[in-house]
């Protein structure tokens, strides 16, 4: 609550009629929504534009570009792409007229005549969706360890910042990318292979050595988890990989260190012995 009122979610109501726009922004207000008004689709695509929503409350029907025409919109731009839009219509709900709100990437309809609570109810859920998705992805994108997910033919869907600082390029540029591309075609091969042989949903744990974008060979650990449907059919690999180079170094220093003592020992005719001091 303390969090809404000092940074309340921000919702835009797009509707041709002045009036049903009024009367939506007084049920809203009250509630503690921070509301923009948009008289038509164009006026709603300028706002968004410049304004982060967390929710688009839009009529079906307007003249020119109509609210599911706005919604594809919406959803094809990747400023608006993950904003829930709320489609609200007079049109009678039939099956056919949901299906073409759903495909429009409509995230809920509402039908007119409507309730109050009904409305503020879809509007409540899915406006603190959109506010837990987006601290999700900010936790995501500023991680400090590599976070990406690929499909199951090894091409990248999604990718942070650090993974983008890794390869040196840009985030974007990496997605569709193959992963032999970016690790070789020899670890990406045995990759993709120990995946599709998983029968199990427990992750696969393993530490890879890679030359980053710096040309410095660099030791990282990660955690493989196979993301699969309601019938166990794998869709795709999430993956969090953390740079270990220094503590594997250390390790191998150790281990240099404890081979050359046991050479010394081993081939020194004199005898030796080591004793702990009291």
Known sequence: MNEQLENPPVILVVNDDQVALELLKDLLEPEGYKVFMAQ????ALEIVS?????????DVV??????????????NSPKTADVPVLLV????????ALLEGFASGADDYLEIPFRQEALLVKVARLAERHRVEKRYRDLVEHAADIIYTRDMDGRITSINEAGARFFGRPAFDLIGKSLSSL????????????????KSFEPVRFIHSLTNAFGELR?????????RDAQGQSLGVRGVVRDVTDRT?????????????RILFESNPCPMYLCAER
């Open 219 to 227: 030791y990282l650990e990660g955690i493989i988890t196979v993301e």
């Open 249 to 261: 170094r250390a390790e191998l220093a150790l281990q240099k260190q404890n081979q050359e003592y």
């Open 50 to 58: 410049t304004v982060r929503m967390d929710l688009i409350l839009c």
């Open 40 to 43: 038509g689709a164009q006026p």
């Open 183 to 198: 690790v070789g075609e020899e670890a990406a091969r045995r990759d993709i292979a120990e995946i599709r042989k998983l």
């Open 89 to 96: 219509s007079a049109i009678r709900k039939e099956e056919a």
């Open 62 to 75: 307007m003249p020119g570009m109509n609210g599911m025409e706005l919604c594809r919109a919406l959803k």
